[in-house]
């Protein structure tokens, strides 16, 4: 069983800066052999992808957050990570992590694996 844990969330002004964490773990898991993406959900919207990041480390990233987010991944230390600049507050959601074998499965939200969320909160 595969465990994911998200940290690095909190409240933030407009303009500022938070860097995700989603720490992996479970028998046999290995970072490396995942396709990975953190998701995001507002109160009273669907959940979205925000970026994806391949095993050979392509990145993609939803238009919204093009040129302010970056999403990376330490394999060494099972972590997936997301760095969010010039927040705005229309970034205030719930993030999760995700993992999956599939990157189609990973691109459709239907990921195997999920954190439980962390929340971040941006102030105009």
């Known amino acids: 069983q595969v465990q994911l844990v998200e940290s690095g969330g909190g409240s933030v002004q407009a303009g500022g800066s938070l860097r995700l964490s989603c720490a992996g773990s479970g028998y046999l898991y290995r970072a490396s052999n995942y396709y990975m993406g953190w998701f995001r959900q507002a109160p009273g919207k669907e959940r979205e992808g925000v970026a994806t990041?391949?095993?050979?480390?392509?990145?993609s990233y939803a238009d919204s957050v093009k040129g302010r987010f970056t999403i990376s991944r330490d394999n060494a230390k099972n972590t997936l990570y997301l760095q969010m600049n010039s927040l705005k507050p229309e970034d205030t959601a719930m993030y999760y992590c995700?993992?999956?074998?599939?990157?189609?499965?990973?691109?459709?939200?239907?990921?195997?694996?999920w954190g439980q969320g962390t929340q971040v909160t941006v102030s105009s």
């Open positions: 990041i391949y095993i050979s480390g392509v990145t």
């Open positions: 995700a993992a999956d074998s599939s990157p189609a499965r990973l691109r459709a939200g239907g990921a195997k694996y």
